[in-house]
């Protein structure tokens, strides 16, 4: 769904206006990220960034915000009226969790609904509001409701981790996740770019389990921070960065990132062993492969003779060289990282995961014939799924005689049969690390 410019054509600059069609967007599958430029499109900055932050509140909360409305209506909304019920469910959250004065909640999104031509609603939306303004909105009563979460997936997490996970990880998607910075040991050392970012009065943290991460205070454009533009640091998740660490590449080895967008690791990487003999980027989309380009050449100041950036699927790569070292961050579900985006929590479905599973097995046989006997295969996720993570890994030991797994200790997470499973649920901000698994693979001889 897109923002009907015939019907609506005045309400083309109206924030909730649009804040409504982009998460109808969302509701009919297509991400955030797509949806949100098109549908705020004539909309000025500080419009844009009001839109933005009640769609990532709402889209946190959205499975208890509907089952809280839902209790509150005398009879479901038709799904023809998918407008009003996202407009109730929108509002909701405004007058709950931002600070816009109440009274121009109310008028704003009773007046929206008549210019909707909702009239029969408006009524309604007044009443439904008014009650929430007098605390009268219900707790949530639904398993999905509890957890904020899918039903599917909140079942799922219980099941393969228990109920005291499936809280704290409800809990912690939805907070607005932190900013963590990867610090170029090349150029500067963790303690002293935490002293540029005291001289530039920017507050941060070291963190407690990584030592190239830095946690800042609050989030803000990477135009401010010292360095940025020359490749002293760069913005990555926490759990993310083990990942080059894990892989343990050193100078003169061949490395294959095989699925390599954005390019975050891809330059932790080059970070670590400058001097590699050679290094393949691989991504399955061109235009994903601008930015490992521009992220490479930032970080290493060009794009040094021994990296190739190439455009294809990992599965389809062929070269007659076999690597040292093959970084496999594979599709996935992202269910670690829905805090960042939360509109994953709406988009993914439970029968994507057989899917993923399968795709995730043909890119691992793959990647394997291309690794040299002795070299290191890093298997990484961002899913918290045991699907696709340690029983993935299990199945492919079992068929594939010559390999062993290499058994990993890491600061955070959990150790399993095989490998480690990393889940989002540290609250204390220099803690703080996305859901993701790793797995470390040998070619034996």
Not at 197 to 221: C, G, N, Q, R, Y
Not at 290 to 299: A, F, G, H, L, S
Not at 386 to 410: G, S
């Amino acid at each position: 769904m897109a923002i009907n410019e015939a019907l609506y054509p005045k309400l083309l600059k109206n924030t909730r206006f649009v804040a409504v069609e982009t998460l109808c967007c969302v509701l009919s599958g297509e991400s955030l990220t797509d949806a949100l430029p098109k549908c705020a499109e004539k909309l000025n900055d500080n419009d844009r960034r009001f839109v933005q932050h009640l769609l990532f509140g709402t889209l946190r909360q959205y499975d208890a915000l509907e089952d809280r409305v839902s209790q509150m209506l005398s009879k479901p909304i038709k799904p023809s009226e998918i407008e009003v019920k996202v407009s109730l469910i929108l509002a909701t959250y405004e007058l709950t969790e931002m600070a816009t004065a109440e009274y121009a909640i109310l008028n704003n999104w009773v007046n929206l609904i008549k210019a909707m031509d909702k009239d029969w609603a408006a009524g309604l939306t007044n009443a439904i509001l008014r009650n929430v303004q007098r605390g009268k909105l219900p707790p949530a009563k639904l398993p999905a409701g509890k957890s904020n979460m899918p039903g599917w997936f909140a079942k799922r997490l219980e099941n393969q981790w228990g109920s005291e996970a499936l809280e704290e990880i409800g809990t912690f998607y939805q907070l607005h996740p932190e900013m963590i910075l990867r610090v170029n040991l090349q150029k500067n050392s963790r303690d002293e770019y935490l002293a540029k970012l005291k001289a530039a009065d920017i507050p941060a943290l070291a963190h407690a389990f990584v030592d190239t991460a830095i946690v800042l205070e609050s989030p803000m454009s990477v135009e401010h921070l010292p360095g940025f533009a020359e490749g002293a640091v760069s913005v990555q998740d926490a759990a993310a960065q083990l990942a080059a660490q894990l892989l343990d590449v050193k100078d003169g080895m061949k490395v294959l990132d095989a699925c390599s967008a954005p390019g975050g690791k891809t330059t932790a990487i080059l970070e670590r062993a400058p001097k590699l003999e050679k290094l393949y980027a691989l991504d399955s989309s061109k235009e994903r492969l601008v930015r490992v380009t521009e992220n490479i050449e930032r970080v290493c100041g060009s794009m040094p003779a021994f990296v190739t950036v190439d455009a294809v699927a990992c599965e389809d790569f062929e070269t007659d060289m076999k690597f040292d070292r093959i970084l496999l961050d594979v599709p996935c579900s992202a269910t670690g990282i829905m805090h960042r985006h939360p509109d994953i929590k709406r988009l993914r479905k439970a029968s994507d995961i057989n899917n993923l599973r399968d795709t995730q097995a043909n890119i691992l046989k793959h990647a394997w014939g291309q690794l040299a006997v002795g070299g290191r295969l890093l298997y990484a996720t961002c899913s918290i799924l045991k699907d696709e993570n340690e029983q993935q890994i299990r199945q492919f030991l079992k068929t594939q005689e010559d390999a062993r797994e290499i058994k990993l200790t890491l600061p955070c997470g959990e150790a399993r049969d095989e490998g480690v499973q990393i889940l989002p649920r540290y609250f204390e901000s220099e803690k703080s690390v996305d859901g993701f698994y790793y797995a470390l693979l040998e070619k034996m001889g």
